[in-house]
């Protein structure tokens, strides 16, 4: 029976309670429910069955180690299938017939005659040949490669060289620099009399002009050669459209040359900023092209660069030649030429002018000019227009280049690698002079450029100059005369290509 505690509780009840309160509080359940598997996980990561036997040799762990090594490998010895020979089939009865079928069916090394597929073993009836019969011709195709010759072409290809001297013979040229990289050379050999000699040639075709194809064939011994002529169409290319969101994208949409383009936003840079071009503007791009009867074409160089403005003056540019020299004029007949001290090399700038410490000599003194950084053996070009006042060895310059160019001004070009000019020489704007090196008080590859003004250095940063010319009497006339009729020409139909907004024309 229960006894009442003075709070008025059974005392069963306070240690039932109390029984229950250590049961929630306990954090390991009184009855275990896990079953065995997960039990033997739990122990297997108390116990490490699989330990390192290079450490802790001799311990309990490396012994319980060394006894599961030693079981799995009984194992794999109980279960192995055995090192007995796996049995086979005993020959078959065959006769020598049967046999040389079968041996021709079957991989053989090459020494005992291996061969693949189904073959029949030979009979009486075949004989050996002493050697394979050759093809009576021998058709081919060779071209033309980059600095390659026509007579090259023809004796890789197989050509004996009497035939190739011949053939060089009718067509009046050593097609060396005549033809084009990529000229395909079609070509049949015909039967040899002897292997020691070469095939000789039976016919050969190419192009060797746009406008003329040359055939040549062997009749009755002999090779003789035919010129076909081949009209060609000289009308120049026009292409018109709107500058839309990309004046490039719309001109290629309109099937202007990628090439011609370049060419027509460098001239239109000359006189605007091809940042300040409108949706609205019309362009208006000629250039020299010629297309054959048979299909080919060529696109020749950008002959006028047009441009109608929606707002601010319209630009017309003709390439025209005078005086030896081809420059942009504008319709008018004046030519300008922006910028005439063009960059002497593609390189960046490295040191200004004025004074600085010398690299070498360690202590501070005037630089009289700019160094730009290029890598060794890049080309160094002429600024501008001059004469070769000096080109040698210039103490702490190095290799020393020296030009004139009129009006008191000349420049010069210092630790050259290599000089391509020679005193007295006239050279033009952008030709290449020397290459750059480190000769002379260098510490590394680069080019010193330097501006004279009437004898005395100035930073040539400070120097820009222009130079105008003006066509006048028949030079003049003639210019407006082609410019007439190269806007004269027709323009086509509308380019399939060219995208909304573009209104893309072609002729």
């Known amino acids: 029976m229960f006894?009442?505690?003075?709070?008025?509780?059974?005392?069963?009840?306070?240690?039932?309670?109390?029984?229950?309160?250590?049961?929630?509080?306990?954090?390991?359940?009184?009855?275990?429910?896990?079953?065995?598997?997960?039990?033997?996980?739990?122990?297997?990561?108390?116990?490490?069955?699989?330990?390192?036997?290079?450490?802790?040799?001799?311990?309990?762990?490396?012994?319980?180690?060394l006894a599961t090594c030693t079981a799995l490998c009984a194992s794999a010895i109980a279960l192995s299938p055995g090192f007995a020979p796996v049995p086979g089939a005993t020959d078959p009865v065959m006769d020598a017939k049967q046999f040389d079928e079968v041996r021709s069916q079957t991989i053989t090394p090459l020494a005992l005659g291996a061969d693949s597929g189904r073959h029949m073993g030979a009979t009486d009836a075949v004989s050996p040949l002493r050697e394979t019969p050759e093809r009576p011709q021998v058709q081919l195709t060779a071209q033309i490669g980059s600095g390659d010759s026509f007579a090259r072409a023809l004796s890789r290809a197989g050509v004996s060289s009497?035939?190739?001297?011949?053939?060089?013979?009718?067509?009046?040229?050593?097609?060396?620099?005549?033809?084009?990289?990529?000229?395909?050379?079609?070509?049949t050999l015909g039967r040899r009399t002897s292997r020691a000699m070469p095939r000789p040639l039976e016919s050969l075709s190419?192009?060797?002009?746009?406008?003329?194809?040359?055939?040549?064939?062997?009749?009755?011994?002999?090779?003789?050669?035919?010129?076909?002529?081949?009209?060609?169409?000289?009308?120049?290319?026009?292409?018109?459209?709107?500058?839309?969101?990309?004046?490039?994208?719309?001109?290629?949409?309109?099937g202007a040359p990628p090439k011609a383009i370049q060419s027509y936003l460098r001239t239109l840079s000359q006189q605007i900023s091809i940042g300040s071009l409108n949706a609205g503007d019309?362009?208006?791009?000629?250039?020299?092209?010629?297309?054959?009867?048979?299909?080919?074409?060529?696109?020749g160089d950008?002959?006028?660069?047009?441009?109608?403005?929606?707002?601010?003056?319209?630009?017309?540019?003709?390439?025209?030649?005078?005086?030896?020299?081809?420059?942009?004029?504008?319709?008018?007949?004046?030519?300008?030429?922006?910028?005439?001290?063009?960059?002497?090399v593609a390189g960046r700038q490295t040191s200004g002018f004025g004074m600085r410490r010398h690299p070498i000599l360690g202590f501070t003194r005037m630089h009289a000019g700019i160094d730009f950084a290029a890598p060794y053996g890049s080309p160094i070009y002429s600024a501008t227009d001059g004469v070769v006042e000096f080109a040698g060895r210039h103490g702490g310059h190095g290799n020393y280049v020296k030009l004139r160019h009129g009006g008191g001004i000349a420049t010069g070009y210092a630790h050259m690698s290599r000089i391509a000019a020679s005193p007295g020489q006239q050279v033009r704007r952008g030709q290449v002079i020397g290459y750059v090196g480190s000769s002379g008080l260098s510490t590394g590859p680069h080019l010193h450029y330097e501006l004279?003004?009437?004898?005395?250095?100035?930073?040539?940063?400070?120097?820009?100059?222009?130079?105008?010319?003006?066509?006048?009497?028949?030079?003049?006339?003639?210019?407006?005369?082609?410019?007439?009729?190269?806007?004269?020409?027709?323009?086509?139909?509308?380019?399939?290509?060219a995208p909304a907004g573009a209104s893309a024309k072609g002729r």
């Open 162 to 187: 009497a035939d190739a001297g011949r053939v060089i013979g009718l067509t009046g040229l050593d097609m060396g620099d005549a033809l084009k990289p990529g000229t395909r050379l079609d070509i």
């Open 3 to 65: 006894q009442k505690n003075e709070f008025g509780l059974a005392q069963g009840g306070a240690a039932a309670s109390l029984w229950l309160s250590e049961a929630i509080a306990s954090p390991k359940p009184l009855i275990d429910t896990r079953d065995r598997r997960t039990r033997l996980r739990d122990w297997a990561e108390d116990v490490e069955l699989v330990p390192d036997l290079g450490q802790r040799v001799g311990s309990l762990t490396w012994f319980r180690g």
């Open 452 to 497: 004279y003004r009437n004898g005395r250095t100035v930073n040539p940063a400070s120097v820009s100059f222009t130079t105008t010319a003006q066509l006048a009497g028949r030079d003049l006339a003639a210019f407006r005369g082609r410019l007439a009729s190269l806007k004269s020409l027709r323009v086509g139909l509308a380019a399939q290509a």
């Open 302 to 344: 950008l002959l006028y660069a047009g441009l109608k403005r929606t707002s601010g003056k319209a630009i017309d540019m003709l390439k025209w030649t005078t005086g030896g020299r081809t420059e942009w004029f504008e319709a008018s007949g004046v030519g300008e030429r922006r910028g005439v001290l063009a960059r002497p």
């Open 282 to 299: 019309r362009y208006d791009i000629i250039v020299a092209h010629r297309r054959a009867q048979t299909g080919e074409a060529e696109v």
């Open 206 to 254: 190419f192009r060797a002009r746009l406008d003329l194809a040359i055939d040549v064939t062997r009749v009755n011994g002999s090779l003789q050669a035919r010129r076909i002529p081949i009209h060609v169409d000289d009308t120049p290319l026009r292409v018109q459209g709107l500058v839309g969101d990309s004046l490039y994208r719309s001109a290629r949409a309109a």
